[in-house]
Structures are given as structure tokens and as C-alpha cells.
């Protein structure tokens, strides 16, 4: 079974904050996402990345960056966070069309 | 411009009944469809998928059918079960391979009453 870990269920910050997201997977899949969930607009994603040290931007990059330094390790960072970025956060990886999903990082953003 | 879209945000079916939850898409070089499902504070699970090629694609209780032509597609759960409640998202994609982007609806909320 693939499995796509999260670092955290939940997290609170503060508006400014540098957040950081990781998430790791145990498949060797060379594909790795991001996406956001938000109610009514669903999963949109904002980066991805098919190698180590290669990323490529999605529909909604602004105020995000990423990190691919290793192949199993996917970073999504949040510069300064903004009570817009309030939302789930969910990490993937592929194999052919099928997405494997962590279990999703819910960030709030005071 | 939402791509591929999930109009009822949300639908409720009597345990027993049949749920069709459906989906459409706007761009005609989607070639692959998948329904994933999601329950709170957890991620999407993969459910069930159809390639262009087929028009229906089964799989237990859950059945997908496409139709190209207006470009929509359907999930049916038949008989539907109290434990199928939860977010249930579409998603299309040019070609098979895993570079390719996955777009997803926006969802529809299934309750499915006792």
C-alpha cells in the first residue's frame, strides 16, 4: 500500500508566519502535489513537482513555494502567511492517473 | 474557468436506494475520468475510474458511466449504505500517465439516511 504522510493533522498561525508543510511518501513515485480543498471551489492545485529539485507551478501558486530535495520528501511552504490561506492542505503522489493522498493538514491562520 | 464540475453540492438518499451523483467537463481532450471519495479530516481515496474508451466501468456497488458526447459522467451506488456518506469528488485528465494534471470538481456531499 502507498502511503503519503503529513507532518500535521492541524495547525494554527499567525498572520506573517513562515509556515511549512511536509509530506512524505514510501513508494518511490517520482510525482509528487499539492492541493488545496476550500467548500464550493473543491481540490485545486497549486504545485507539483515529477523530480527531485524540479517543481512546476499549478492554477493557484501565488503566496506558496515548494522544495523537492529528496524523492520522497514534498515541501509546501507558505511565505507569510495570510488568513486566505486558511484551508485543507493535501499532499499526493501518483502512479499512471491514480492519486495517493495523505491524510491532509487542516492550517488556520489568525 | 472550472473545467470539470460537480453542480449539486450535495444530495441525500434513503439507506437501500440508489445514489447517481454527477459530473460534467468542458474540455474534450479529457480522456480519463476517477471518482475519489472523502470523509472529514481525512484525504480523498481513489473509488473508481473509466477511460474514454468504455462507457461504463463497474466495480461492486459503484458504477461509472460516461458519455462523451455530452461530455458528463455519473456515479451510481446501488444499494447505497449509511458508511457512503461523504465528499464525493470527480476528476479528468488528458491521457493515463502519471504527469499528467488531475482536475477535480468541486464535490458533492452524499448523506445517506438509515
Known amino acids: 500500500d502507498v502511503k503519503v504522510t503529513q507532518s500535521s493533522r492541524y495547525l494554527v498561525k499567525r498572520t506573517g508566519e513562515k509556515v511549512f508543510l511536509e509530506c512524505v511518501q514510501d513508494?518511490?513515485?517520482?510525482?509528487m502535489f499539492w492541493y488545496r480543498q476550500d467548500p464550493g471551489l473543491g481540490l485545486r492545485l497549486i504545485y507539483f513537482?515529477?523530480?527531485?529539485?524540479?517543481?512546476e507551478k499549478g492554477d493557484i501558486p501565488e503566496g506558496y513555494s515548494v522544495s523537492r530535495e529528496k524523492k520522497e520528501r514534498f515541501s509546501l511552504i507558505l511565505e507569510s502567511a495570510s488568513t486566505n490561506q486558511t484551508s485543507m492542505y493535501l499532499c499526493?503522489?501518483?502512479?499512471?492517473?491514480?492519486?495517493?493522498f495523505g491524510q491532509g493538514t487542516r492550517l488556520t491562520v489568525v | 474557468d472550472q473545467q470539470v464540475k460537480q453542480n449539486s453540492p450535495s444530495l441525500s438518499v434513503q439507506e437501500g436506494r440508489i445514489s447517481i451523483l454527477n459530473c460534467d467537463y468542458t474540455?474534450?481532450?479529457?480522456?480519463?475520468f476517477l471518482w475519489y471519495k472523502k470523509y472529514p479530516a481525512e484525504g480523498p481515496t481513489f473509488l473508481i475510474s473509466i477511460s474514454s474508451i468504455k462507457d461504463k466501468n463497474e466495480d461492486g456497488r459503484f458504477t461509472v458511466f460516461l458519455n462523451k458526447s455530452a461530455k458528463h459522467l455519473s456515479l451510481h451506488i446501488v444499494p447505497s449504505q449509511p458508511g457512503d456518506s461523504a465528499v464525493y469528488f470527480c476528476a479528468a485528465s488528458e491521457g493515463s500517465g502519471a504527469t499528467n494534471k488531475l482536475i477535480f470538481g468541486t464535490g458533492t456531499l452524499l448523506a445517506v439516511q438509515p
Open positions: 513537482s515529477y523530480d527531485v529539485k524540479m517543481k
Open positions: 513508494m518511490d513515485h517520482e510525482n
Open positions: 474540455n474534450s481532450m479529457f480522456d480519463y
Open positions: 499526493a503522489t501518483r502512479r499512471n492517473t491514480e492519486a495517493f
